[in-house]
């Protein structure tokens, strides 16, 4: 047994676990309601990894996720909570272990969230977010430098000294996540380390164009119909901000028959207009919430933002939100609060 909990007030250095790999146990890995493709692509790169230490793994999502990942090696052996409730319950009250990948506070796993609080087992976190419950969690590493959490997991493999058990499965699932949080390796994220680690996956065989292809090239037609109409009609531009914003309405995902996934990289669009430095997309997807993503290019920091404005948080550039508001009183809430932000979006920035 990890006998650390009780004595444990905050959490300690991943480095103080590396020596509980060589004890296999039954453990449970979890990610982020609706995961990306880091939130997967860690969480089954890890899988993949500890089971080859003989560890008996369940990789467990608190919603269900975009179905252009569902070809991620060891996928379709991930639990949907949603779907499996009691199943999902049973795994997480026997793990001795629970990994906590690209999320940091428990609220970001939706109605998984209590079970996780309450849970006996030693709290294991790896993420690259703002501001973590570092409470929460026994060891861990927290890292917001980092690219993705799977280069976090890559660095973890590497620096527990198991190099060796690095595989093409493994270097799949992390490139994948790699790959779409650096946004295809263009974001500041991208530092030498992470082309490092893809020189290290192509040395063991990844074919990435399949990858890229199964990721960006898989729209339905409905979904490219509802981008086009999303970008003519839904678009509103603030100049005088740099800022572009989009307002998704329930009527649109119904009439499109928008599925989990077809909103991803909307908002990254409007980024795409010259000056623009501030991009944010509401979306009226669910009974009691509205929503937000937001993004900006450059010092405007968009976690500071959605945590001001919209109960969210992420990175710097990229970050989410939440409005229980109406549709139209969560967007005069982002007008209104705009104009707070004027001197800082009008100036420019250095990289
Ligand atoms: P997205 O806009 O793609 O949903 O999320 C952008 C980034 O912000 C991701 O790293 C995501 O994990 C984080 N994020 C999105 N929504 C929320 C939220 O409601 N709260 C917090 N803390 N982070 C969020
Ligand atoms: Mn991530």
């Not at 509980?20 to 990894?49: C, E, N, R, W, Y």
């Not at 990948?101 to 309450?118: G, H, I, P, Q």
């Not at 409905?222 to 003519?232: C, E």
Request: hydrophobic share 40%.
């Amino acid at each position: 047994m990890i006998e650390n909990r009780i004595f444990a007030p905050s959490m300690e250095a991943i480095t103080e676990f590396y020596p509980f790999l060589s004890t296999p146990k039954d453990v449970v890995i979890t990610m982020h309601q609706k995961p990306d493709g880091d939130a997967l692509g860690s969480t089954l790169g890890l899988s993949l990894f500890l089971r080859k230490l003989g560890f008996k793994t369940h990789v467990i999502s608190p919603t269900n996720w975009a179905s252009f990942l569902d070809w991620l090696p060891g996928c379709k052996d991930v639990i949907d909570y949603e779907a499996n409730l009691s199943l999902s319950e049973k795994l997480i009250d026997e793990a001795a272990i629970i990994f906590c990948l690209d999320f940091n506070v428990f609220s970001r796993t939706k109605n998984m969230a209590s079970l996780l609080e309450k849970s006996n087992a030693v709290k294991v976190l790896i993420d690259h977010h703002e501001e973590p419950q570092k409470e929460a969690f026994q060891y861990g590493v927290s890292n917001i430098n980092k690219s993705s959490t799977c280069e976090m997991v890559y660095d973890f493999i590497m620096d527990a000294g198991y190099t060796a058990l690095l595989d093409l499965d493994i270097a799949t699932c992390l490139y994948t996540g790699i790959m779409t949080d650096t946004g295809t390796f263009r974001f500041p994220s991208t530092k030498a380390s992470v082309h490092q680690a893809v020189v290290h996956f192509k040395q063991l065989g990844l074919k990435h164009t399949p990858i890229h292809e199964r990721i960006y090239d898989s729209f339905r037609e409905t979904r490219l119909r509802f981008l086009g109409n999303a970008l003519l009609n839904r678009m509103e531009v603030f100049y005088q901000y740099n800022t572009a914003m989009m307002v998704i309405p329930r009527s649109d995902l119904v009439h499109f028959k928008t599925q989990t996934g077809d909103t991803e990289g909307l908002v990254n669009y409007m980024l795409a207009l010259e000056g623009i430095k501030f991009a944010a997309i509401v979306i009226d997807r669910e009974e009691n919430a509205r929503k937000w993503s937001f993004r900006s290019k450059g010092t405007f920091d968009v976690n500071r933002f959605a945590r001001a404005h919209f109960n969210g948080g992420g990175h710097k550039n990229a970050a989410g939100g939440l409005s229980t508001e109406p549709l139209d009183e969560a967007v005069k809430q982002f007008k209104n609060v705009l104009e707070q932000y004027e001197k800082e979006l009008s100036a420019p920035y250095q990289y």
